[in-house]
């Protein structure tokens, strides 16, 4: 039954990045299904940033050059903030819910204060208000916050703002009032079988459109678990497991049944016609064998290829030929770091490269693509330690590697480490994961880190003999701009086969 009550989303998101967010895709069917009208203000296609993160990617010989003007997706050529003041204008919701992550707060509280005259209640929710609920709450534009997850909690809110009653003890929401701030305990985790489908009408159909080594895919994105069972120290989830636990609301790693990942894949498939199924899950083989062969005997009824990601201990020739059987494609797994002792004693990560080395030669044996993640400039980093990640890229024949900057994202052990030592100030706000944010220390600076970073590929795939050359190019004056572009080109010519576009 259609209920007179507005919802509007407000997705403050990094500029061309296309992955689409599976926790708004969730809300808007538990709120649709409760009767409330949604719409969404997506922000990706417009330009505020001197280089999208999906084209600074490809300039960093992490991503084969692609072009979105083939599928016909082009930035929006008005003004961004004009344009949500209209949209609250002629919508007029009922209630404003913003997801936030670190990396886009200052974009999303510029976003309210522009429409702060329109005087609508405003909810703020996502991971970063989760661990800093404080910092968010006190902004003037925020009247409520979701601790935790929202798809009931959010429903509820709507239900009693809709009927006129008290909301303010709704579980998982802090409220502002008048200058006090009512905390009301968590609510019990949500079953992930009883969700509704994942729907994706709310974004614009261009928005399942996701590069992929030079390829446009329509591609969609399946929760199958949520949470993780390890503990990385550079990692929000760990942190979050043991939120929900101390609060007494449940485990926080959970997956969903094959059967109801299986009705919700086909579903899915009818009607958004796929090229692609992403499995949104952070390791996908963390799973017995016996799971895994029964998702794979289900998955034949479906048969799309897709991608997965997962992490090298989880490897085994049985599960990638599984994989394969499957039509598992591309896969993506992080290496993070390539020395042994510093990868135990700082990230928490316990494997040999030895494994991980033999990991990655059972996924080639299968001729499935794959992508590795690499982190630089972790607190206490070095230019040698940078190598050590590097010789291990050398010794394996991945599709392509990212190489990310460390990010102390709050709420992680390392963001504690970094403060605690005087590297980072505390009220340092990161941007993105291809910049991370400098660290005040003395072991490697930002910008040669920065030049490591650009170079990082051509010293993982070209030879010996011409790190010197490579060396040059760290550099971001006139001859390594130059030296760059130079080893750039052959780059793509020989490991991307393809010229720069």
Request: charged share 30%; net charge neutral.
């Amino acid at each position: 039954m259609s209920k007179d009550f507005k919802v509007l989303f407000i997705y403050p998101n990094t500029e061309m990045a296309t992955l689409v967010p599976i926790n708004l895709s969730l809300l808007t069917p538990c709120l649709k299904e409760a009767g409330f009208e949604v719409e969404l203000f997506d922000t990706t296609y417009y330009k505020w940033e001197d280089i999208n993160f999906e084209q600074k990617k490809v300039e960093l010989l992490q991503l084969k050059p692609f072009s979105y003007k083939e599928k016909g997706v082009f930035y929006k050529e008005t003004d961004m903030y004009e344009d949500l003041v209209k949209k609250v204008g002629t919508y007029k919701p009922n209630l404003i819910a913003i997801t936030l992550v670190e990396d886009t707060y200052g974009l999303g509280m510029s976003l309210l204060d522009a429409i702060k005259d329109y005087e609508v209640p405003v909810i703020a929710g996502g991971v970063f208000v989760t661990f800093s609920p404080e910092d968010v709450i006190g902004n003037e534009n925020v009247d409520m916050i979701c601790i935790g997850e929202g798809e009931y909690a959010l429903a509820e809110l709507c239900e009693k703002m809709y009927r006129r009653d008290d909301y303010s003890t709704v579980k998982n929401l802090w409220i502002k009032k008048s200058g006090q701030i009512t905390k009301n305990p968590m609510r019990e985790l949500t079953d992930l079988n009883k969700l509704p489908f994942i729907d994706y009408d709310i974004f614009d159909k261009k928005r399942l459109y996701r590069p992929m080594h030079g390829k446009i895919y329509t591609m969609i994105h399946v929760e199958i678990d949520r949470g993780c069972p390890y503990n990385c120290t550079y990692c929000e989830a760990p942190h979050l497991r043991n939120l929900f636990k101390e609060e007494g609301a449940g485990v926080y790693y959970r997956r969903k049944n094959i059967g109801r990942v299986i009705d919700e894949i086909k579903h899915l498939a009818r009607k958004y016609n796929p090229d692609y199924i992403n499995f949104n899950a952070e390791s996908f083989l963390a799973k017995p064998v016996s799971e895994l062969m029964e998702f794979a005997e289900k998955y034949k009824e479906i048969g799309l290829p897709f991608w997965c990601q997962s992490r090298p201990e989880t490897v085994t020739e049985e599960k990638i030929k599984i994989l394969k059987d499957m039509n598992c494609q591309n896969m993506q797994f992080g290496i993070e770091h390539g020395n042994e002792a510093f990868r135990y004693k700082v990230l928490n990560r316990h494997y040999t490269n030895k494994q991980m080395i033999d990991a990655f030669k059972i996924v080639e044996k299968y001729e499935i693509a794959y992508t590795v993640n690499n982190i630089i400039g972790f607190p206490d980093e070095t230019r040698a330690l940078v190598f050590d990640t590097i010789n291990v890229n050398r010794q394996i024949n991945p599709t392509t590697m990212n190489v990310y900057f460390f990010t102390p994202y709050t709420g992680t052990t390392l963001h504690k480490y970094c403060v605690e030592k005087g590297y980072l100030d505390k009220n340092a706000k990161v941007h993105q994961l291809l910049d991370g944010v400098p660290l005040k220390m003395d072991t490697i600076s930002y910008q040669e880190l920065k030049g490591l970073q650009r170079t990082f590929p051509l010293y993982a795939k070209m030879p010996e003999n011409m790190f010197d050359q490579i060396r040059i190019a760290e550099r971001f004056d006139d001859e390594g701009n130059k030296m760059f572009e130079e080893l750039k080109r052959r780059y793509y010519e020989k490991y991307f086969q393809a010229s720069p576009r």
